[in-house]
């Protein structure tokens, strides 16, 4: 049997699925990856970038840095393996997980249904945050913002219409906690589900990665997408070596 017969019976006999996505899944809409060989990681040092640190000391600069990935990845649109995926999120007993920052799930899951994440009957958890989202650097005042950002000097960037702090981007930096209501639903879908299946992450930021291994402990079966080995692939029951976009169709139709 080959391995992609293997996945689809694993799939088809789950009854609770948690899935975890990474930047390879938005690959092949034009969103560039962490640690590729055209990743973004090996342009711009984390740490200048990233950190609360890097943002107290130039602002400017981490606005900049992200006004330009938010440009870049409004331009992008769900590929058929977002597609695929909030098809079969969307009916059945399934919670999707997912590092990426872009929003691609979301809109592929309102795409398909024309309503509402929820409505769509699909629990998506962002567990980094998302690019398309500000906080408050000075109270608790977070929403959606998909406005531009005037980058080009520290007095234009955006400020909070409660306190008038500085707004920063709504995501994860290294050296932050993620949000431990969202990681615990997380962590209860991995312990509930029987199949487990990991898109598109090279599975070495944890607690993400942790999340496949607590499915995988509480018994859950695992079938791994990716075109490259990871530290998950000898856990994994099936291991489907490729792109997303045309294997999760091909696996979740
Ligand atoms: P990485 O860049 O570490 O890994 C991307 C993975 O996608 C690799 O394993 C590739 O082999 C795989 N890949 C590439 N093209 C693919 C395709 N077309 N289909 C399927 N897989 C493909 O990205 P993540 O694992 O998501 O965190 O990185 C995890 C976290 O590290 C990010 O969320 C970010 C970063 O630091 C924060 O910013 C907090």
Redesign the pocket.
Known sequence: MDALQRARELVGGARSVVVLS????S??SGVP????ED?LWKSFR?EQL?TPAAFAADPRLVWEWYAWRRERVAACRPNPGHEALARFCGARDATLVT??VDGLHRLAATDHAGKSVAEAGHELLEL?GSLFAVRCTGCTFRRAHRDPVDATTRDALPRCPSCGGLLRPD??WFGEALDAGVLGRAFEAAAAADLCLV???????HP?ASVPLAAVRSGARLVE????P?PLSSLADAVLRG???TLLPALLS
Not at 22 to 25: E, F, K, L, V, Y
Not at 199 to 205: D, I, M, W
Not at 225 to 228: C, H, I, L, R
């Open positions: 990474g930047a390879g899944i690959a092949e990856t962490f640690r590729g990743g984390p990233a590092q990426n980094h995501v994860v898109v598109g992450t090279s599975a070495l930021v993400a997408v990716n075109p490259e990871t792109p997303a976009g």
